[in-house]
């Protein structure tokens, strides 16, 4: 997203929907639960969530232990394209972001 807006050729507005997504998003990091600790043993489960998009990838990593029903965040991470990668299929940029990840 930093990257479009960046770009001169881009027009960007600030209007009441984005207002409302800005207000909203403020909400979701107030109510968010902060990153835990890291934890081992047999009752633990990490899960590896990653994405690829039009300009880079992200990764979260979140662990959650038995009697935990949504889990907690560990950390979050992206990146933007590097050389050729942005010519890659988008199966290619999901592993890599899966890659990245580990």
């Not at 209007?15 to 043993?41: D, M, S, W, Y």
């Not at 933007?80 to 940029?93: D, F, I, M, N």
Request: hydrophobic share 35%.
């Amino acid at each position: 997203m930093w990257l479009f807006l960046t770009q001169k050729k881009n027009y960007f507005e600030w209007g009441p929907k984005q207002q409302q997504a800005f207000e909203q998003i403020k909400q979701e990091i107030a109510r968010a639960v902060a990153l835990g600790p890291v934890q081992t043993g047999p009752a633990v489960q990490n899960v590896l969530y990653t994405a690829s998009g039009e300009h880079g990838l992200t990764w979260s990593l979140w662990q959650k232990t038995s009697g935990e029903t949504q889990g907690r965040p560990l950390g979050f991470w992206s990146r933007g394209y590097q050389g050729s990668e942005a010519h890659y299929t988008l199966t290619e940029k999901e592993i890599l972001a899966a890659y990245e990840g580990v």
